[in-house]
């Protein structure tokens, strides 16, 4: 088992930035991706942002692209997002997520779940 506990999120304003922690721990090296997704009231769970924990490869959503950056640190287990530029429509629960699969952008591939973080971006 994989546990994830996700943190830094909060209120803030249009423009601000955020960055959200997600601590692993467990049978991490039964993983190969970490993702952030994130999901808003009323709307289906998307796709963030994933990294490898073997290399620096990472890729985005479109949406976020530019604003986003994930990273890792694998001396502490430990996976971040750095956002800037925060909008309103950034506004969801943001949820840290596990998988052994290669490049998936799907939740349903995503086999361990933090209890998610809510950050909410006033205009």
């Known amino acids: 088992q994989v546990q994830l506990v996700e943190s830094g999120g909060g209120l803030v304003q249009a423009g601000d930035s955020l960055r959200l922690s997600c601590a692993a721990s467990?049978?991490?090296?039964?993983?190969?991706?970490m993702g952030w997704f994130r999901q808003a009231p009323g709307k289906e769970r998307e796709f963030v942002a994933r990294?490898?924990?073997?290399?620096?490869?990472?890729y985005y959503a479109d949406s976020v692209k530019g604003r986003f950056t994930i990273s890792r640190d694998n001396a502490k287990n430990t996976v971040y997002l750095q956002m800037n530029s925060l909008k309103p429509e950034d506004t969801a629960l943001y949820y840290c997520?596990?998988?052994?699969?290669?490049?998936?952008?799907?939740?349903?591939?995503?086999?361990?779940w933090g209890q998610g973080t809510q950050v909410t971006v006033s205009s």
């Open positions: 997520a596990a998988t052994r699969t290669y490049a998936s952008d799907v939740p349903s591939d995503y086999n361990y």
């Open positions: 467990g049978r991490i090296l039964s993983t190969n991706t």
């Open positions: 990294i490898y924990w073997s290399n620096y490869s990472t």
